[in-house]
């Protein structure tokens, strides 16, 4: 089975995630063997973001990977097991708000696509990137 990097390598909608994640060093983090729970913005996540915010946060490295582990969990936590929870704490070390009551969310996110296994942990996709604070 694949790792979460092979997963998002492999899946054009993760291209920017892949690029950040690249840019931030957390490459060998993230294929290591965890396990972990990644929250991934598609492409159309991250192009939500104000015009230019990509550019500047590839410019500050420490900020990307702030913002970057903030989307991963230690720990494999699917959709169900995530909803029995209110939150969980980011690898970044801020909480991360779990809301099921109309759908999936993750603050301010909602997972279009849930549990996609991987070797090292489990991936939830969501449409927008979610931001400490």
């Known amino acids: 089975m694949p790792n979460i990097v092979e997963i998002a390598v ?3 909608r993760f291209s ?3 690029t950040a994640v690249t840019a931030a060093n957390l ?3 993230l294929q290591s063997p965890g396990p972990f729970t990644v929250f991934a913005p598609t492409d159309t996540a991250f192009a939500k973001l104000p015009p230019g915010t990509i ?6 490295i420490p900020q990307l ?3 970057l582990t903030y989307h991963v ?3 494999k936590f699917t959709q169900a097991d995530l909803c ?8 970044e070390g801020s909480p991360i708000a779990i809301d099921c009551t109309e759908g999936f969310e993750v603050k301010n996110a909602t997972v279009i696509i849930p549990d996609i296994e991987a070797d090292n ?3 939830h996709v969501i449409d927008n990137v979610i931001l400490m604070g």
């Open 10 to 12: 492999s899946d054009e």
């Open 16 to 18: 920017t995630l892949v």
């Open 27 to 29: 490459v060998d983090v």
């Open 55 to 60: 550019t500047t946060l590839v410019q500050n």
């Open 65 to 67: 990977a702030r913002i």
């Open 73 to 75: 969990v230690a720990g």
């Open 84 to 91: 029995r929870l209110s939150t969980v704490d980011s690898v």
């Open 121 to 123: 942990g489990i991936i």
